[in-house]
């Protein structure tokens, strides 16, 4: 059985994906900066009749990481999934907010691999699958930080793909566009605020509008995804981004 440890696991994609791989007989650790909802994450996923944990996982405190994984044992992979968002212009933008972006979504996953990827070489195995986003690949008014951390985790992904090449460790990144989680409805809302907008009218006009088939990505579509690379077969596919995007990066 193969153990799988998701950061941001305990709302939104993080959270589907852990039900989805538990299902699929994964050992699934549920780590979140919101401890109880973790746990309550994971017994929820055992109260159907599979494996898993939930612990508590803050990415600001990457000093942290190495214990924890050596606390936890051998993790066969890891889902560098957690995000937080700020929307403001960039002259207006506060530096603690900037900071804590590339923390959480940049650096922490630099740091947590860094820790994990000894043990991946050890037993020969590992597959790390960053959840990117489609501003790792365009940009948005607004997104400053957000927008230079997904773009900085693809080129880290690319690294880590090259010095890992010579072991059965795959590093690839899932880049959506908008999916319907508790984070989007925030940015919605915040857009709604920020352009004197009605939120129906910031989906509309802002979110859909670069995309030619108009539609929210489905978390199914993600875990479709991480299914896929996580296989066996997926062995020769590193340093790879796959864009689920609705058509938005044809243009």
């Known amino acids: 059985m193969k153990k799988v440890l998701i950061t941001g696991g305990a709302?939104?994609?993080?959270?589907?994906?852990?039900?989805?791989?538990?299902?699929?007989?994964?050992?699934?650790?549920?780590?979140?900066?919101?401890?109880?909802?973790?746990?309550q994450t994971a017994q929820e996923i055992v109260a159907k009749g599979f494996k898993a944990q939930g612990i508590g996982l803050n990415m600001l405190d990457s000093a942290s990481f190495e214990p924890l994984t050596h606390a936890l044992g051998s993790i066969d992979i890891l889902i560098n999934n957690a995000g937080i968002q700020h929307v403001e212009a960039l002259e207006h933008y506060p530096l603690d907010k900037w900071?804590?972006?590339?923390?959480?979504?940049?650096?922490?996953?630099?740091?947590?691999?860094?820790?994990?990827?000894?043990q991946m070489r050890k037993q020969n195995f590992g597959r790390i699958i960053n959840i990117g986003s489609i501003h790792a690949l365009v940009a948005s008014k607004?997104?400053?930080?957000?927008?230079?951390?997904?773009?900085?985790?693809?080129?880290?992904?690319?690294?880590?793909a090259l010095e890992t090449a010579e072991f059965d460790i795959t590093i690839n990144t899932i880049c959506p566009a908008y999916v319907?989680?508790?984070?989007?409805?925030?940015?919605?809302?915040?857009?709604?605020?920020?352009?004197?907008?009605?939120?129906?009218?910031?989906?509309?006009?802002?979110?859909l509008a670069p995309m030619p088939?108009?539609?929210f990505i489905d978390v199914d579509e993600i875990f479709h995804s991480v299914q896929f690379l996580v296989a066996p077969l997926a062995k020769n596919i590193t340093?790879?981004?796959?864009?689920?995007?609705?058509?938005?990066?044809v243009q």
Do not use: C
């Not at 709302?11 to 909802?37: K, M, P, T, W």
């Not at 959480?104 to 691999?113: D, I, K």
């Not at 319907?180 to 006009?205: F, N, Y």
């Not at 340093?239 to 990066?249: K, P």
């Open 11 to 39: 709302s939104g994609i993080g959270q589907h994906l852990a039900h989805r791989l538990a299902a699929l007989d994964f050992d699934v650790i549920v780590s979140d900066v919101n401890e109880a909802q973790a746990i």
């Open 239 to 249: 340093g790879q981004t796959i864009v689920i995007d609705g058509g938005w990066t």
């Open 180 to 207: 319907k989680t508790p984070l989007v409805e925030k940015q919605i809302a915040a857009q709604a605020k920020e352009h004197g907008m009605s939120e129906q009218e910031v989906v509309d006009r802002i979110m």
């Open 142 to 160: 607004y997104k400053s930080a957000y927008v230079a951390a997904k773009h900085g985790l693809l080129g880290l992904s690319k690294v880590m």
């Open 213 to 215: 088939k108009k539609a």
């Open 99 to 118: 900071e804590m972006l590339q923390a959480v979504m940049l650096t922490g996953p630099a740091m947590l691999s860094k820790a994990l990827l000894p």
